[in-house]
């Protein structure tokens, strides 16, 4: 199983990314997908996560209003849609694939990971 995220960078306050997951090796569709994000000094924190036929999300706090989640089973691939970026979004962002297909927050409800990208939001 492999996940591949890609979509990060560097952008101004306010701005705005996309991220992407492409996910191959199992049956995407049978699983809920979620995204992570760690800083640096603290520990990786749930972002968004979307069931497996991608009726349900949820979010963080952090990121409510602000980012959305979305999948495409065809293309085995989930997205994170980030509006109004704050420079506290600054960390690498994770996508991870769940251990079932309804939604989930916890670190200990993904199996497989992919391997970060980075998204740096300036001042």
């Known amino acids: 199983v492999q996940l591949q995220a890609s979509g990060g960078g560097l952008v101004q306050a306010e701005g705005f990314l996309r991220l992407s997951c492409a996910v191959s090796g199992l049956t995407f569709g049978l699983y809920a997908m979620g995204w992570f994000r760690q800083a640096p000094g603290n520990e990786r924190e749930f972002v968004a996560t979307i069931s497996k036929s991608g009726g349900t999300t949820d979010y963080a706090d952090s990121v409510k209003g602000r980012f959305t989640i979305s999948r495409d089973n065809a293309k085995n691939t989930v997205y994170l849609q980030m509006n109004s970026l704050k420079p506290e979004d600054t960390a690498v962002y994770y996508c991870?694939?769940?251990?079932?297909?309804?939604?989930?927050?916890?670190?200990?409800?993904?199996?497989?990971w992919g391997q970060g990208t980075q998204v740096t939001v300036s001042s």
């Open positions: 991870a694939l769940g251990r079932a297909g309804w939604i989930l927050r916890s670190y200990a409800d993904y199996k497989y």
